[in-house]
Structures are given as C-alpha cells and as structure tokens.
C-alpha cells in the first residue's frame, strides 16, 4: 500500500518542525507550503490523503484555501485545522467551511499522531467501502445481463432453462414469460409448403402492383 502523502501548510518553521518530528517515523509522505497559494499548488499536484492547515497565514490564508478547494463528505482527503487558544469564531467559521477535524496550539505529538492515523484510516475505509459497493454493482449489472441469455441447440434450435430442461422455443417463452401467442405461415414456408398457393398469392400480388 501507497504511503499516505501529508501536506502541511503553515508559515510557522516551529510548528512544521513540531509536526513533522510527530510523524515522521509513521511511514508518511511529507509535504510542506508556507502560504496557502503554495499549498494549492501542492494540494493539486501531489493529491494528499491527509493536510494540516493554519489559518492565519501571509499570501493566502487558511480561509482562502478552504474556499478555493471547496471541502465536501466526499473528498478524498481529511483536513486537521491547527487553531490558536480556543477561538471559537475559528472553528465555528470552519464548520461552516466543511472542516470536522481541530489541532488547538500548543500541539501535542501524540494528538498529532493519533489524530492523523484516525483520519487516513476512516478516509481508506470509506474508499474501500465505495469500490465494494461499485464491484458489487457492477456484478448484480452482469448477473441481470446473464440472465438474459438464452442457451439454444445448435442443431434443432430448442432452450435450455436454469434447471437444464430443454423446450422448444415457443414453449419456453409461454411458460417464463407472460407473452401469449397467435400463429402464421410466413411467405418463405408458404412457398415450400403450399407452392400452388403461393404461386397463386404471387400472381394475385403483381397483378394488384400493376393497376
């Protein structure tokens, strides 16, 4: 499995020094921005699993960079905003912006670990989770299309039915269908059947063609 890759946007050396001495024994990509405008630029081109972004920032803030990406459930990635000292009007205006995840200031290594192994493996899950169900379709989608093969004889053209019984083909379509019949001579069997009359159809057809 891929090692998961960690954006880390901040403009703080100290605390790109405190994360990144957190994780860096825990088999993490690590990638680093100080602003946010460098952050997009990483973001879309390494495609993270997991980013850690400070909100007050030069260039672009944290808030810039949330509204840019637009965060949804369905992201692929997790984001951890670092916050300071319990400001309230941050996280709540995060919320609003899609964030579920905080770090409050001063961090701690262990809350950094186990809150970025927490948010990869819930992410992982939820992806595997969709592939079953998309595998899962797709076979339900083959079985249906199966189903609607019929097996003939090459020979006398007669169906097979699930339980390996053969018909013949308009008994097999009267007893798994509610299709009812009505019967006809088509010109071809005519022909061979009942020549005279068919000459007779033929001549009466070209004579009404010619009127």
């Known amino acids: 499995m891929e090692a998961p890759k960690v954006l880390i946007i901040d403009d703080e050396p100290a605390l790109q020094k405190a994360i990144k001495m957190a994780l860096k024994n825990e088999g993490y990509e690590l990638h680093f921005a100080d602003n946010g405008k460098k952050g997009l630029e990483v973001f879309h081109a390494e495609n993270p699993e997991l980013i850690f972004l400070d909100l007050k920032m030069p260039v672009m803030d944290g808030y ?25 009007s941050e996280i709540e205006r995060c919320y609003k912006l899609g964030i579920d995840f905080f770090l409050k200031k001063p961090l701690s290594i262990v809350e950094i670990c186990g809150l970025a192994k927490r948010c990869i493996e819930i992410k992982r899950l939820r992806a595997d989770r969709e592939r079953l169900i998309e595998n899962l379709q797709q076979a339900d989608d083959t079985i249906r299309q199966l189903k609607k093969f019929l097996v003939l004889c090459a020979a006398c053209k007669q169906v097979r039915d699930k339980n390996g019984q053969w018909y013949d083909l308009d008994t097999y ?39």
């Open 173 to 211: 379509i009267w007893k798994h269908t509610d299709t009812k019949f009505s019967h006809s001579i088509c010109p071809k069997c005519t022909e061979k059947l009942y020549p005279d009359f068919s000459k007779k159809a033929q001549m009466r057809k070209k004579k009404e063609d010619n009127k």
């Open 64 to 88: 810039k960079f949330l509204e840019s990406i637009g965060v949804t459930p369905d992201s692929s990635y997790t984001i951890i905003v670092i916050t300071g000292h319990g400001d309230d």
